[in-house]
Nanobody
């Protein structure tokens, strides 16, 4: 499965961005998908995850209430809507996919497939 993340850019604090993660294969629709981010000098950090049916989502406390993860399986795409962005949200954002396991996956080592990352910059 090849993943392509897009939608990053420069936004002012308080603004919004929507990231997209498009997959090359339809089997992606059965995968759990997660978003992670990595700021310079920091470890890759879990942001959000969604199950294949979209009925179960899980968020990091730092983004809960501001970010929303969703998916459109007809388009083989998962989205991350980011609202009320803060300077501390600035990072390279990555999407990742893993075959369904029935459990919430928040550790990056548990994901088998990764996109190339998209830069999000938030100005204060």
């Amino acid at each position: 499965v090849q993943l392509q993340a897009s939608g990053g850019g420069l936004v002012q604090a308080g603004g919004s961005l929507r990231l997209s993660c498009a997959a090359s294969r339809r089997t992606f629709n059965s995968f759990t998908v997660g978003w992670f981010r990595q700021a310079p000098g920091k470890d890759r950090e879990f942001v959000a995850t969604i199950t294949w049916g979209g009925d179960s989502t899980y968020y990091a406390d730092s983004v809960k209430g501001r970010f929303t993860i969703s998916r459109d399986n007809a388009k083989n795409t998962v989205y991350l809507q980011m609202n009320s962005l803060k300077p501390e949200d600035a990072a390279v954002y990555y999407c990742a996919a893993d075959p369904p396991s029935g459990v919430v996956i928040t550790h990056p080592d548990e994901y088998d497939y990764w996109g190339q990352g998209t830069q999000v910059t938030v100005s204060s």
